[in-house]
C-alpha cells in the first residue's frame, strides 16, 4: 500500500506548457518506492485525463492522439475518501475508482496557481502540496504582495496601481501624471503574471501607451514602478511552511534583454532547451555576490515566506540595484518552474527528497487542520420539527 | 388446507420478523453474545408468558367452537398489533436498531426460515406439515426464539465474514512498513490517553486513532480498513477487555510496537472475579509488546500496578517510582501548570484540563511523544491546545468574571472527591461548590454523601446545597467537620442557587458545579 499522489499540470493558463514540463520532470523524480503516482493533466478547456503516456514529454506534441491514449477522469468525495472517477464510456468499461491520498499541483499562472485550483482542493477535503488558497492569492497578485511583505518589514519598489478601463478613460492625464510620479524608465506589468509575459521597461513617454495596451491583455490591473538601471536579479527559494523554513543558495539569471523574458526563462535561448524548464534556463549558482548579501535575501526571503503564510516550496525573486546595493523584493512564485529543485539540489538537498519533504508538508498542515473544529457532527435540524403546520411547526 | 388459512400464516409469520426488530437491536447493543442478549431475554419474560397465556385462552375458546380458521386470522390480528407497538419502540429508543450487513443477513435468516416453513406446511401432507406449521406459529410469537435461531445459523456465515476482515486488517498493516501501532489499555483513562497521545503525536507523526471507544477486536479491524492511510506513521489502538484473552486476541490482529496501560481496577468484575485475572488481561498487551522488543509505559500510581512490576517498564506518574514524572502541579484561573520530567529533561506545560488524572494522562502521552522523537516544543503546543470534555471538569468564565470549574455529568463518588481537591487547589481563591449530591448509588448512597460534604467542609470557603430533603447527608458531613454555618445555604433548585452565587461572586471566586441533577430528583 502506497500514497497516492494526483498530480495536477496543464490548466487554462498562458504557462500551460511550462506546467507540463515542470510536472513531467517532477513526476519522474518522486520516490516510487513510497509513492503511486497518478498524473492529472487538465486541458486548456479545463477538462482532465488520466493515462500511462502523461509521463511522456514527447506525447504532448499531438494532443489529439493523447487524448485518445487516456481516460477523462473527474473527481468526488467517497466517505473520508476522495476519489478519481472515470468517465464511464457504455456499460462495461466499468472501472474501479481510485483513492487519491494527496495532491500535487504543478501548475503556473492564472486560473490555476492563483488560489483556484487550491479552492478546488479545500472543496474536495483532499490534502494538497504547496500554498494554501490565501498565500497563493496574495502572491500571484503582485500589488498585494508588495503590500503585505511591506508590512513586515521588507523592502519593495513603490508602485502605481492601475485599472484598464481607468487608463482608457483617462489616457493623457494618467500617463503624465505616472511618468511624473516615478519618472523614467519605468516598468509596467500586469499584476497577476508569472513568468515574465507582458512586462515592458518604458525608456520613453511614447512607448507607455504601447507597454499599457501589452499588459492590459493579460490582466486588468496594471502596476507600474521604477525601473532600476543597474539591475541584477537574485533569485532564492524556500521551503517548509510558517512554522519552520529554510532558505535555499541564490541563483542570479542571465539576461538577454533587459528584463528576462518569457523567452529568456523557459526556452533558454536555443531551440532544443524548450523541454527542459526552468533548470535549462542560462543561470549562475550560487549567484556571484556576497555572502553577508545573499545572508540578508536568505534572511527576507524567509520572511516573506512566513508573511504571506506560504508552505511547500516557493520561489522569490529579488530585485538588486548594484548603484545604491540595495535589494528589493520583486515577486513571489508560490509554484515556481521546475519547482526550483535546481536549487536545492545546490544546498544539497536532491529532487527526490525535495518532492518527499513537500508530500510531508501537506500532510503535516492536514493534522494541524484536523485538530481544529470545522463542523459540529451533531444535525441541529434533526431535533426540529417543521411538521405539515407550516411555520407555526418549526421551532429553531 | 384453506387460502385463508395460509395467508394467515403467512400474516403470523410478517408480524414476527418485524417484532425481530427490538429483538436484533437488543443482540446488536450485546455485541452479538446471545449469553448477554439472554439477560433482556429473561427480564421480558413475564411479558412473553402473558403473550402467550392470553393467547392460549383465546385460542382455547375458539378451538371449543370448533373454529380453527377464526382462530388464526385472530392471531394474526394479534401479532399485526405488534408492528406499530414495535415501531413506537424504535422511535423512542436512544440508541436505534443499525442496519449493518449483518443485521440485513440476520434478516434475511428469519425470512428465509419462515417462508421455507410455510412452503413445506402447504407441500407436506400429515405429520411433518403439522409439525412445521407449529415451528412456524411458534417461532412467529416468541420472537426471542427466531433470534436465537437466526444468530446460530448466520454464525457460520459471520464467522467467515470476520474472519476474512481480521485478515484483511492484518494485510494492510502489514503492508504499511514503518507504521508503529501503539496498544493503549486500562481500567480507567485509556480513552482519555489515547485522544492526548494522537493530538501530541499529530505534530510529528500522521496518527490515526480507534474512534469513540472503539475496542473490541471487530472495532480495531474496522478502522484499520476504514481509516487507515498509506501515510499513516501511527497507529493508536485503544483495547478493551470484559474478559481474560481478550487483550491477546486484539494483539493477535494488531502485533502493536508500544504499549500504554493507564491502570488495572476492580472493573468488569463480573466476567474477571478478580483484580489479578484484570491485571493479566492488561499486561497481555505488555506480554505482546515486550515480544517485539518493544517499550511498555505503565502508571505507577496505579496501586495494583506499582505492586506487580519490575524494571522492565517505563514507569509514569507522580510518585518517586516513576521515571516520566508530573512535578511542581498548580491549578488557577487558567487550568493546570505542572512539569513533565522526562528522566532528567523538563518540559513546564499549561493546560485546560484540571484533575489529577488528566495530569497523569498528558504525562503518560508525553513520555511516549518523546520516545518516539516528538520535540519538547511539540509537546508543549500540543498540550496547551487540549480541550476538556464538556461538563468534565471544564473550566470556564463565569458570573462577574469568575472562574466555573463545570463538573455537572460527573456523577461517580471518586470524581467528586476529586473535583473538591481540585476546587481546594485553587489558592488565594474564595471557593464556592454548588452540589445536590450523589443519586442512585444503593445502600453507600448516604456515606458518600457524607463524605463528599466532609471533604467540601474541608476545601470551599461557601458550599450551596441543592434539593432541602436530599441534601441532609451531605449537610451531615459538612457540620461533622465543624464548617461554620453562616457560609452554608440550601437552595430548592439551581436557578436559586445561580442566583445566591451570582450575589456572592468575584474576579477571586471560584465555583465548582458538581452533579446537576434533574428536577425530579430535587426536593
Not at chain 1, 504557462?15 to 518522486?30: L, N, P, W, Y
Not at chain 1, 518506492?33 to 514527447?58: C, N, Q, R, S, W
Not at chain 2, 407441500?123 to 403439522?130: I, R, T, V, Y
Not at chain 2, 461557601?462 to 440550601?490: A, M, W
Request: aromatic share 10%.
Amino acid at each position: 500500500m502506497k500514497t497516492n499522489v494526483a498530480f495536477f499540470f496543464g490548466c487554462r493558463s498562458v504557462e500551460h506548457e511550462v506546467s507540463i514540463i515542470s510536472a513531467v520532470q517532477a513526476m519522474r523524480a518522486v520516490d516510487r518506492e513510497k509513492y503511486d503516482v497518478t498524473p492529472v493533466y487538465v486541458t486548456k478547456d479545463g477538462e482532465m485525463y488520466t493515462g500511462d503516456a502523461l509521463f511522456t514529454i514527447e506525447e504532448y506534441r499531438d494532443l489529439p492522439a493523447l487524448y485518445k491514449k487516456c481516460r477523462k477522469v473527474f473527481f468526488a468525495r467517497n466517505g473520508e475518501n476522495v476519489v478519481m472517477k472515470y468517465e464511464s464510456k457504455g456499460v462495461f468499461s466499468k472501472a474501479k475508482d481510485v483513492t487519491i491520498d494527496v495532491a500535487f499541483p504543478v501548475v503556473h499562472g492564472t486560473n490555476c496557481e492563483d488560489g483556484t485550483i487550491q479552492g478546488y482542493f479545500e472543496y474536495l477535503g483532499l490534502p494538497y502540496v504547496g500554498c494554501d488558497i490565501l498565500s497563493s492569492a496574495v502572491g500571484m497578485d503582485k500589488a498585494v504582495f508588495k503590500d503585505v511583505v511591506k508590512r513586515a518589514g521588507v523592502p519593495v519598489l513603490d508602485c502605481i496601481e492601475i485599472r484598464s478601463r481607468e487608463y482608457a478613460q483617462n489616457k493623457e492625464e494618467l500617463t503624465q501624471k505616472i511618468v511624473n510620479q516615478i519618472g523614467l524608465p519605468l516598468i509596467v506589468k500586469p499584476v497577476n503574471l508569472g513568468s515574465s509575459v507582458g512586462i515592458t521597461k518604458v525608456s520613453d513617454i511614447e512607448s507607455f501607451d504601447e507597454a499599457m495596451s501589452l499588459a492590459v491583455s493579460f490582466s486588468d490591473k496594471v502596476l507600474i514602478e521604477r525601473a532600476i538601471e543597474n539591475l541584477r536579479e537574485i533569485n532564492c527559494s524556500v521551503l517548509g511552511d510558517a512554522d519552520n523554513c529554510e532558505a535555499s543558495v541564490c541563483e542570479e539569471p542571465f539576461m538577454n534583454d533587459e528584463i528576462l523574458s518569457y523567452e529568456d526563462k523557459y526556452m533558454g535561448g536555443s531551440k532544443s532547451g524548450a523541454s527542459k524548464g526552468m533548470a535549462s534556463l542560462g543561470r549562475k549558482i550560487p549567484a556571484d555576490i556576497p555572502e553577508e548579501l545573499s545572508n540578508e535575501i536568505k534572511e527576507l526571503s524567509c520572511k516573506i515566506f512566513k508573511a504571506i503564510g506560504a508552505n511547500g516550496v516557493v520561489r522569490i525573486d529579488f530585485m538588486l540595484d548594484t548603484a545604491e546595493n540595495r535589494v528589493y523584493a520583486n515577486e513571489i512564485n508560490t509554484i515556481p518552474g521546475s519547482l526550483a529543485f535546481y536549487l536545492w539540489e545546490a544546498s544539497g538537498v536532491k529532487y527526490t527528497e525535495l518532492l518527499d519533504r513537500m508530500i510531508e508538508l501537506a500532510f503535516r498542515r492536514q493534522r494541524g487542520r484536523e485538530n481544529l473544529t470545522f463542523t459540529i457532527k451533531t444535525n441541529i435540524l434533526s431535533g426540529v420539527s417543521f411538521g405539515s403546520k407550516g411555520a407555526k411547526g418549526a421551532k429553531l | 388446507m384453506n387460502i385463508l388459512f395460509l395467508i394467515s400464516l403467512i400474516v403470523a409469520a410478517v408480524s414476527g420478523i418485524f417484532s425481530l426488530v427490538r429483538q436484533l437491536q437488543m443482540l446488536q447493543q450485546n455485541s452479538y453474545f446471545p449469553s448477554r442478549y439472554s439477560k433482556f431475554v429473561t427480564d421480558t419474560f413475564v411479558v412473553w408468558l402473558c403473550v402467550l397465556a392470553f393467547l392460549f385462552c383465546i385460542s382455547s375458546f375458539f378451538y371449543s367452537l370448533d373454529n380453527p380458521f377464526l382462530h388464526i386470522i385472530l392471531t394474526a390480528a394479534v401479532l399485526i398489533v405488534r408492528i406499530p407497538l414495535c415501531i413506537k419502540t424504535q422511535k423512542k429508543s436512544i440508541k436505534k436498531l443499525v442496519f449493518t450487513g449483518r443485521i440485513k443477513r440476520l434478516f434475511g435468516a428469519a425470512i428465509i426460515i419462515e417462508a421455507l416453513l410455510i412452503t413445506l406446511y402447504a407441500l407436506l401432507p400429515g405429520l411433518a406439515g403439522e409439525i412445521c406449521l407449529v415451528l412456524s406459529l411458534t417461532l412467529s410469537f416468541i420472537t426471542p426464539l427466531l433470534c436465537y435461531l437466526v444468530w446460530a445459523v448466520t454464525l457460520p456465515i459471520e464467522k467467515a465474514f470476520g474472519a476474512y476482515y481480521i485478515n484483511d486488517a492484518k494485510k494492510i498493516l502489514a503492508s504499511n512498513k514503518g507504521l508503529k501501532v501503539i496498544g493503549v489499555t486500562g481500567s480507567y483513562g485509556k480513552t482519555t490517553t489515547k485522544f492526548i497521545l494522537k493530538r501530541i503525536l499529530s505534530e510529528k507523526y500522521n496518527t490515526v486513532c480507534t474512534p469513540g471507544s472503539f475496542n473490541t477486536p471487530m472495532g480495531v479491524v474496522r478502522t484499520v480498513r476504514e481509516h487507515l492511510k498509506p501515510h499513516t506513521q501511527i497507529f493508536i489502538c485503544e483495547m478493551g477487555a470484559k474478559n481474560v484473552g481478550d487483550i491477546k486476541e486484539i494483539c493477535d490482529i494488531a502485533s502493536p510496537d508500544m504499549a500504554v496501560i493507564t491502570s488495572v481496577g476492580p472493573q468488569h468484575l463480573e466476567t474477571f472475579l478478580t483484580v489479578d485475572n484484570v491485571f493479566k488481561t492488561k499486561f497481555e498487551l505488555a506480554d505482546a509488546v515486550k515480544q517485539k522488543g518493544g517499550r511498555v509505559f505503565v502508571n505507577g500510581d496505579s496501586k495494583e500496578i506499582a505492586s506487580r512490576i519490575d524494571n522492565s517498564f517505563s514507569v509514569y506518574g507522580t510518585g518517586e517510582n516513576a521515571l516520566y514524572r508530573a512535578e511542581n502541579i498548580s491549578y488557577g484561573a487558567f487550568g493546570s501548570s505542572f512539569d513533565i520530567n522526562l528522566g532528567g529533561e523538563i518540559i513546564s506545560v499549561k493546560t485546560k484540563l484540571l484533575g489529577m488524572h488528566s495530569i497523569i494522562d498528558i504525562v503518560a502521552a508525553a513520555a511516549v511523544a518523546h520516545s518516539l522523537g516528538v520535540s519538547p516544543e511539540d509537546i508543549k503546543y500540543a498540550v496547551s491546545t487540549l480541550a476538556a470534555t464538556e461538563h468534565r471538569l471544564e473550566l470556564k468564565s463565569y458570573i462577574n468574571g469568575s472562574t466555573l470549574i463545570d463538573d455537572a455529568y460527573n456523577s461517580n463518588p471518586e470524581g467528586c472527591i476529586e473535583a473538591v481537591n481540585v476546587l481546594g487547589s485553587f489558592d488565594g481563591f474564595k471557593k464556592v461548590i454548588i452540589t445536590p449530591g450523589l443519586v442512585e448509588l444503593g445502600a453507600k448512597e448516604y456515606e458518600y454523601n457524607k463524605n463528599l460534604g466532609f471533604n467540601a467542609a474541608e476545601k470551599c470557603d461557601i458550599i450551596i446545597l441543592v434539593g432541602k430533603n436530599r441534601s441532609v447527608p451531605i449537610k451531615d458531613g459538612i457540620l461533622e467537620h465543624g464548617f461554620q454555618e453562616e457560609k452554608l445555604f440550601t437552595v430548592s433548585s439551581f436557578a436559586e442557587a445561580n442566583a445566591l452565587y451570582s450575589t456572592l461572586a468575584d474576579k477571586n471566586t471560584v465555583l465548582l458545579i458538581e452533579n446537576d441533577l434533574p428536577d425530579n430528583y430535587l426536593n
